[in-house]
Nanobody, 126 residues
């Protein structure tokens, strides 16, 4: 069974850091682009950051550029989202998703993604 499991969320003070992990089971991530999306209460889901299957292309929302870094370790079948300088507006449920594609460019378009995790809560508050 193909499954994505997010971990690493939690409560952090403004300015703090968290690293989210997205682990795959039942399939290898080598041929999948991976995206991180988030949804805050009362808001639409938004693409946060995405990485191509090769890892050669990444994409970030303007709101997180310079603060978040996406990376992948295919040997561990895991993708990471390092989040630094967190702000209260980063509070949301974060989801990872996988798209089976060899597209060179990473694209954070939710409808492209086939498999989704259950999400992990990130709360930034003092």
């Amino acid at each position: 069974q193909l499954q994505l499991v997010e971990s690493g969320g939690g409560l952090v003070q403004p300015g703090g850091s968290l690293r989210l992990s997205c682990a795959a089971s039942g399939f290898t991530l080598d041929y999948y682009a991976i995206g991180w999306f988030r949804q805050a209460p009362g808001k639409e889901r938004e693409g946060v950051s995405c990485i191509s299957s090769s890892g050669g292309s990444t994409n970030y929302a303007d709101s997180v550029k310079g603060r978040f870094t996406i990376s992948r370790d295919n040997a561990k079948n895991t993708v990471y989202l390092q989040m630094n300088s967190l702000k209260p507006e980063d509070t949301a449920v974060y989801y990872c998703a996988a798209e089976g594609t060899s597209r060179v460019q990473a694209m954070c378009v939710a409808m492209y993604y086939d498999y989704w995790g259950q999400g992990t809560q990130v709360t930034v508050s003092s």
